[in-house]
Nanobody, 124 residues
Framework: QVQLVESGGGVVQAGGSLRLSCTAS????????KAWFRQAPGKERELVAA????????YYAESVKGRFTISRDNAKNTVYLQMNTLKPEDTAVYYC?????????????????WGQGTQVTVSS
């Protein structure tokens, strides 16, 4: 069974940085598209960033472009989300996800595997 384990969340002041990590328990998903979603209280889960498996093409939500960077290390079965210049509106639970389908999908229902989530809180 595939498990995705996230780490790196926490509390940070506005303007600060955090790096999230997500490690898969098996190499089954090593070439899957990997993504980070987030969900704030009362809001829908939204795609923040994604990286495809073969070409490593990246996608970013407009709200995080220029501030967040997604990367993957297939040898370590790990995907990262470097978050800089954090804003209070970035506060949410961040989830790592993986999908076997080609390309990036905005819909959470198309992702096969999910992490447990990690809280990111940005204080003003």
């Amino acid at each position: 069974q595939v498990q995705l384990v996230e780490s790196g969340g926490g509390v940070v002041q506005a303007g600060g940085s955090l790096r999230l990590s997500c490690t898969a328990s098996t190499r089954t998903v090593s070439r899957f598209t990997k993504a980070w979603f987030r969900q704030a209280p009362g809001k829908e889960r939204e795609l923040v960033a994604a990286v495809t498996g073969i070409t490593e093409t990246t996608y970013y939500a407009e709200s995080v472009k220029g501030r967040f960077t997604i990367s993957r290390d297939n040898a370590k079965n790990t995907v990262y989300l470097q978050m800089n210049t954090l804003k209070p509106e970035d506060t949410a639970v961040y989830y790592c996800a993986a999908r076997s389908g080609a390309g990036v999908s905005y819909s959470p229902t198309t992702y096969n595997y999910w992490g447990q989530g990690t809280q990111v809180t940005v204080s003003s």
